[in-house]
């Protein structure tokens, strides 16, 4: 693992380094928050929503740094993080798969036989699996409106895979040149999941790159292509009931999961789970008010040690 030191950018409340972490097949990206104080306590290990990136924990993170190490991953594809080879995808496994890899490479040789897992969307989805099938190595799982993978139906198996194969045959067309930064803020703010301008200008800093006069999404374009296979409820809902580590699931009053219907049966698949609404949207840890949101993560990861 290697530690760069940084600024922050406008927003975010504490100063971090950039962190990089080589594995088998990728090298990933990411931001380190360092310790308050000396400390040998678990590191926090944070991971981000789909096409955000790490800087969607730079206002949640600095709060966590007074019991140790906090440190937030880009996913491959997203962020400063390498991109999957030619002919391959994103599928949900292999997040998780890196997942894996990291903490046995990465932090158990640095001396921590867990970690502490703070997940919001996306990242929640990976950090559950990654409990559910090593929970020997995490210690305590935050979901931040996040809980477990979207399902599909069974008889919609064949047509999600052909949806996909076609997509992929055909490519993701030409990349969208913004002519500044603030350019693609807005593009960001007015996304399928709206931020405010604040929000969307801090992830967006790690997000683009310069390409001739213009910035281009740096994300790769194929994490916009469908899921190759879905789990359907019954997969998903075992898939939860493997789950041992205490774990706090944060629903955000605005968030996705709201009112989705499959949200009570989820929840009572965890045996050791417990529920907190907070307000705010689906990026309830990162636009306006995120009081809230700290001291749910932050009671409870304390509350272990």
Known sequence: MNDTALDSPPGATAPYRETDWPLNHITLAGLHWPAASNTNS?????LHGWLDNALSFARLAPELTGRGHVYA?????????????????????????????LVET?????????????????GGIV??????????????????DSL???????????????????????????????????????ARQGGMIPLSHEAASMLIARSMKQKGDGYVWRTDPRLRHPSMIMMD??????????VVTPTRFLKAEKGLLASRPELASRTNAITNLDLVSVPG???????GDVGPVVDAVRGFLNDAE
Do not use: N
């Not at 678990?42 to 944070?46: A, K, Q």
């Not at 139906?153 to 067309?173: C, D, F, H, L, N």
């Open 42 to 46: 678990c590191p926090v290990l944070m």
């Open 73 to 101: 991953m880009d996913m491959a594809g997203h962020g400063h993080s390498g991109h999957r080879p030619t002919g391959q995808g994103y599928l949900l496994a292999d997040y998780v798969a890196d997942l894996a890899e």
């Open 148 to 186: 477990g993978p979207i399902s599909r139906a069974p008889e919609e198996v064949v047509g999600q895979m052909r949806k996909a194969i076609e997509k992929r045959m055909t490519g993701s067309g030409k990349h969208v040149v913004y002519p500044d930064m603030q350019a693609a803020a807005k």
């Open 127 to 144: 950090s559950l699996l990654y409990a559910a099938a090593f929970p020997e190595r995490v210690r305590r799982l935050v979901m931040i």
């Open 281 to 287: 949207s689906h990026h309830c840890h990162l636009d």
């Open 106 to 122: 990465h932090f158990r040789t640095s001396g921590h036989s867990q970690v502490d897992l703070v997940g919001h969307s996306l």
């Open 233 to 242: 409820e019954s997969q998903v809902e075992a898939c939860l009931g493997k």
